[in-house]
Structure formats: structure tokens, C-alpha cells
């Protein structure tokens, strides 16, 4: 699935879910990624707590079904997403083009040592990538740059 935000700012699972929390320069939402759903968007909303000021979060008090809850982002300000999930997938940051970036899929593999060209996928040649990771669970992985992508699995 893609989704366009307007210039994600950053982006973040909540722990334990495939629910995905967004903040952009407009506000908050979070999406259900494994349905596409929205459950909750808030215009305006900083992705701070009432009475505090982050101006570069690495993480955000969520809203809807996570109100209260802090969920640990990633973006421009820099925290880190996943980069592995529990049954052996990878992502990594490619820039064979600097300063043009992009994002690779290492497929698990049972080879200990050895790593070859035919194990990694390149996701998507971006310009500049804001963040990538997986979900706790590894069925979810979103790729942000000026739009977001999520893909899915079972």
C-alpha cells in the first residue's frame, strides 16, 4: 500500500501493533497497517504532551487508540525503526548515487557467512529517505521520504 502524506515528518509503530503512527507538519494519524484504516487523525497536533515543547521528537504521545501512550518515532530529527524482524528479514540504507539514497530487503537466508548480490531486493531508489523499519512483529515495514509507502505480510 502507498500513502500520501504531506512530507512525513516522522514515523513510528506502536509497540506490539502493525498500528502505524505518522506526524507531518499537519498533524498526527495513525493507520492500521495491515487494513489501511485510519483510527485516529489529529489536525494540528505536534505529536507532543499538553504543556510540552520537542521540537525535534524521536518519539510522540499518541492519540485514538493510543492516547497517552509515548510510541517512538523516526524521521528528520533521527531515532531508528526496526531494521530487523524476528525471522531473519533486513533492511539497509544504500547510497551507491550520494546523495541520492535508497533502501534494500535482504531476504533471510540459513548461509552464515556469505552474503550475495541475489540476497538483497532494492526496495526503492529514493532522493533522500527520511526512515525505514519494521513493525515489532516484522509483518509490517514503512519507507518514508516526501511520500510513505507500508507493505504487509501474513
Same mark, same amino acid.
Given at each position: 500500500?502507498?500513502? @500520501?502524506?504531506? $512530507? =512525513? ?48 521528537? +524521536? !518519539?510522540?504521545?499518541?492519540?485514538? =487508540?493510543? *492516547?497517552? #501512550?509515548? *510510541? ?9 525503526? &526496526?531494521? @530487523? ?8 540504507? *544504500? ?7 535508497? $533502501?534494500?530487503? &535482504? ?8 552474503? !550475495?548480490?541475489?540476497?538483497?531486493? +532494492? ?10 523499519? @519494521?513493525?515489532? !512483529?516484522? #509483518?509490517?515495514?514503512?519507507?518514508? !521520504? ?9
Amino acid at each position: 500500500m502507498e500513502y @500520501f502524506f504531506e $512530507m =512525513p515528518v516522522a514515523m513510528g509503530f506502536a509497540p506490539g501493533t502493525e498500528w502505524l503512527v505518522v506526524l507531518t507538519h499537519d498533524g498526527l494519524t495513525v493507520v492500521d497497517a495491515k487494513t489501511g484504516e485510519t483510527l485516529a487523525d489529529e489536525p494540528g497536533h505536534s505529536g507532543n504532551a499538553e504543556g510540552e515543547c520537542d521540537p525535534y521528537p +524521536v !518519539s510522540v504521545v499518541g492519540i485514538g =487508540p493510543l *492516547i497517552g #501512550q509515548r *510510541i517512538p518515532v523516526a524521521g528528520l530529527w533521527g531515532g531508528g525503526l &526496526k531494521a @530487523f524482524t524476528p525471522d531473519g528479514w533486513q533492511v539497509r540504507r *544504500i547510497a551507491p548515487n550520494w546523495p541520492y539514497e535508497g $533502501m534494500v530487503l &535482504k531476504v533471510p537466508c540459513d548461509r552464515a557467512s556469505s552474503e !550475495s548480490v541475489k540476497d538483497f531486493l +532494492v526496495v526503492k531508489d529514493w532522493g533522500s529517505l527520511r526512515a525505514f523499519g @519494521f513493525s515489532d !512483529s516484522g #509483518q509490517s515495514l514503512v519507507v518514508a !521520504s516526501e511520500f510513505l509507502s507500508l507493505w504487509t505480510r501474513d
